[in-house]
């Protein structure tokens, strides 16, 4: 699997890719993002520490590799209780070998991201990004470089996946974010195009069926066909995703689901900045 393809997948990190200043604003309907919780609270949330899920990964017919996305733990990175979480890629054709990791960290109360690492093995060729993200000063930092503009309430490739699943869709509707960390990438636009029940290798799923579209060369520009099917239950987990590049479509398929067995405690353990 050509590293460009893999590369589009994991920045939606589609399976959405995403947004700006701290607004959202729905349109056809006037929804938009909920006020940010008060430090005291955590955001209600339909995912858990331990919740997995494996996607079989597919170039056009052909199986090309695995892909999973999990949240692994809760830490307090910069005294704000977090979400540790991770999208992987694994597998391509002979000669050629992909291992694509994205991991987000996403403060539980407000669902702004505070830190996200892009980690690329493609070909033999490990490429390594770390963003520090500030959402109280609107700043972010990639790996040593001066610190940048950022937006106020922002969100990543990764932590986007788990964002959408936060909020009400209804079909028909369009919805517009402006809160992905790199203000040029602004506003990702998710489209609900309607429901359908469809049939993967974790068993059959009443889906939701979203078209997001983003500021972007890639599988979501406005001249893509990307399409993401989430369950239409309180979960909102990604069932499947198909999407068109030049070279043929890439799609992913939901092999299994693994539930998050135990509630996030309360007091996780600082990390360093």
Known sequence: MPGA???RVLAVGAVVALVRSGSATAQASGAGDPPPSPPSTFAAVPFGVGERLVYDVKFGAL???????????????????????????????????????????????????????QDFDEGGRNRERRY??????????????????????????????????????????????????????????????GRETITVPAGTFHTL????????????SENGQARIWLSDDSRRIMVQM?????????????????????PAPANPTDQPR
């Open 242 to 262: 198909k999407s068109r590049t030049k070279i043929g479509s890439l799609n992913l398929y939901l092999q299994s689901h693994r539930a998050p067995p135990l």
């Open 132 to 193: 520090e993200i500030f959402p109280d000063r609107a700043v972010f930092q990639e790996n040593d470089k001066a610190e940048e503009t950022s937006v106020g309430n922002p969100l990543d490739d990764g932590s986007f996946l788990y964002f959408i699943r936060t909020i009400p869709l209804e079909v028909g509707k369009t919805y517009e974010f402006s809160r992905y960390f790199r203000p040029d990438r602004n506003p990702v636009i998710v489209r609900v195009l």
């Open 63 to 117: 199986k090309v590799g695995q892909g999973s996305m999990e949240v692994l733990d809760t830490v307090a990175l910069r005294g704000r209780p977090a979400w540790h979480t991770r999208f992987r890629v694994r597998g391509g054709i002979p000669f050629y070998r992909v291992d694509d990791v994205l991991e987000s960290w996403i403060d539980r109360a407000s669902l702004n991201s505070l830190r996200f690492v």
């Open 209 to 220: 069926v979203i078209q997001p579209i983003i500021k972007s060369k890639g599988i979501f």
């Open 5 to 7: 393809v893999v590369r």
